[in-house]
């Protein structure tokens, strides 16, 4: 029977016709959704139901050869209060495949270049990527979100395939600008300096055993910022290191899939607010969450999310005392229950729908915002529904 | 057409194996299952001698689909789906071309030099006397 098969097939080549022709590819989604936060001015203001949840994109890729080719991605996103509105530049990167080292196959990307390093991060801003429209905020966190997207710099990845599982290791070398509106969220609403990211310094290794139903994965990040006062400033020059190891993991089943990460933030702060100033805190969290198949094109998710913005601080209360009770002691913590339901309503086309519980408000941006403070309380909801369309 | 809808949807055929076929022009090509599982999945996106190289698929609903992505990948259809919807939108390649059915997948990749896709056997036989019969 094979070799019949492969006679039929050698026939069937006289029949062959000629290539689709060209070198370059482009293509895009657009997504429109629905959203609301109760409670809270995570995703919008008074409580409003509003559209701030529009994502759109256009990428292209052209292969000059197939050693070098050059990629490139410009989005438009508004995700209410959670990162900056407008229009950026997502990568424009040399994709460079390296010669084989055995059986390792690499690529070098060069320029703004994506950051692969966890699960969702490659295509953070891609709504059909995702498995909820507002990604668990322990690792997601939106508020560093341009910032954890991709570096200016540069990334290599190596992967190597054989009978005995798939590896992927990455590694990348960068730095992102951060705007006046990220530098205020951070350090107050009055500051007239700059804030800056010299380096991001990233490592990770995935593997995926040869049966291809679970992949596991470790990453390191190590990350200095440094704030340079304007002459008429509230604050002094200041640094901040932060160091991340993070845990991720997946498994496939054919109704269902599970996925977790786990990180430990070390974040080590000096001067800023004054000469003398230091802060040391290890943040702690992570996700898990579950998605059931009830047919190939309904889907229904349950994920939990924690995050302590620091371990030996895990209600809050040291952070309440600190702040002489400014910061109320729930912005310490972030606990977050979500449930979403997906509907895949033609090839290309999917409807997202999903609703958060959250306890706490350790990932909501401006912590240092008198607004914020008083906008968000202990126990708070939001939710989304998502329209998405893809090319 | 309405012959392939009713045979892929009996119960013998559901169980047949899917073959691999490619439309690369090269003496004594096999591919290993590591070297399918780097075209599927995106790792290798050209053939030795530099050619491009083209991968077919059908939707990700078709019962072909489903079998050649356990037997060949070990993979479900939604992780190939997202490996490509990832590998697409970060800039890292091409997504496979889909087409609507076995006799649209083999003649794509029988008329696309370099191409690269999955039929039954059955499927070929029935491709091939049509071809015969237009001939």
């Known amino acids: 029977m094979r070799m019949r098969t492969s006679l039929l097939l050698a026939a069937l080549m006289a029949f062959s016709g000629q290539a689709l022709a060209g070198n370059g590819s482009w293509h895009g989604y657009l997504s429109q959704g629905v959203t609301q936060s109760i409670d809270s001015n995570f995703l919008t203001d008074n409580e409003s139901v509003t559209g701030e ?55 070098l990307h060069l320029g703004r270049f994506k950051n692969r390093h966890w699960l969702y991060s490659a295509t953070r801003d891609v709504p059909h990527t995702r498995a909820t429209s507002v990604l668990p905020q322990s690792v997601y966190y939106d508020g560093f979100r341009d910032i954890a997207l ?25 730095r992102s600008s951060i705007s006046d509106e990220q530098t205020q969220a951070f350090l107050g609403t009055n500051v007239l300096g700059k804030a800056k990211q010299d380096y991001v310094h990233q490592f990770s290794v995935f593997w995926q055993p040869p049966s291809m139903n679970w992949r596991i994965g470790g990453s390191l990040l190590e990350s200095d910022f440094r704030y340079e006062p304007a002459p008429m400033d509230v604050l002094i020059a200041g640094t901040t290191n932060i160091r991340r190891v993070m845990l991720s993991f997946e498994y496939f089943s054919k109704n269902w899939e599970l996925s977790a990460e786990f990180l430990k933030e070390y974040q080590q702060d000096s001067g800023a607010f004054g000469p003398d100033y230091y802060n040391s805190r290890i943040g702690e969290g992570g996700f898990v969450q579950l998605r059931y198949m009830f047919t190939p094109q309904v889907s229904g998710l349950i994920m939990q999310d924690i995050y302590d913005l620091n371990r030996d601080d895990r209600d ?31 090839p290309n086309w999917r409807l997202q729908g999903e609703h958060h519980w959250v306890q706490g408000g350790a990932r ?4 240092l915002n008198p607004q914020t403070q008083l906008q968000s309380q202990s126990h708070w909801r939001m939710w989304a529904v998502q329209l998405m369309y893809w090319f | ?8 949807s009996t119960p013998a055929l559901c169980q047949e194996k899917t073959t691999i076929l490619h439309s690369y022009a090269s003496d004594g090509l096999t591919l290993s299952r590591a070297d399918t599982l780097q075209i599927f999945t995106g790792n290798r996106q050209y ?6 190289i083209t991968v077919y698929m059908l939707n990700s ?12 990948l070990r993979m479900f259809p939604y992780q190939l789906d997202r490996l490509w919807n990832q590998i697409t939108y970060s800039g890292q390649g091409e997504p496979p071309r889909r087409v609507k059915n076995e006799m649209e997948l083999i003649n794509a990749v029988m008329n696309t030099p370099g191409a690269i ?15 015969a019969q237009l001939q």
């Open chain 2, 117 to 131: 896709g999955y039929a039954t056997e059955t499927g070929i036989t029935q491709y091939s006397e049509r071809k």
């Open chain 2, 1 to 8: 057409m309405l012959t392939l809808s009713v045979l892929l």
């Open chain 1, 364 to 367: 909501i941006k401006g912590i």
């Open chain 1, 150 to 174: 991709g570096s200016d710099g540069a990334l290599l990845q190596l992967t190597r395939l054989t009978e005995h599982g798939l590896w992927e290791v990455n590694w990348s070398y960068g």
């Open chain 1, 53 to 107: 949840l529009t994502e759109l994109g256009i990428n292209g890729r052209y292969e000059f050869d197939q050693r070098l080719a050059v990629v490139g991605q410009v989005v438009y996103l508004d995700g209410g209060n959670r990162y900056e509105k407008g229009a950026r530049l997502d990568y424009l990167f040399v994709d460079w495949t390296l010669p084989n080292l055995g059986e390792w196959q690499g690529h």
């Open chain 1, 316 to 346: 809050g209360s040291m952070l309440e005392a600190s702040t002489g009770g400014v910061i109320p002691a729930y912005f310490g913590y972030m606990d977050t229950t979500t449930i979403g339901l997906r509907w895949d309503i033609a």
């Open chain 2, 61 to 72: 609903d078709a019962p072909l689909h489903q079998r050649f992505s356990r037997e060949h």
């Open chain 2, 47 to 52: 053939w030795p001698d530099g050619s491009k």
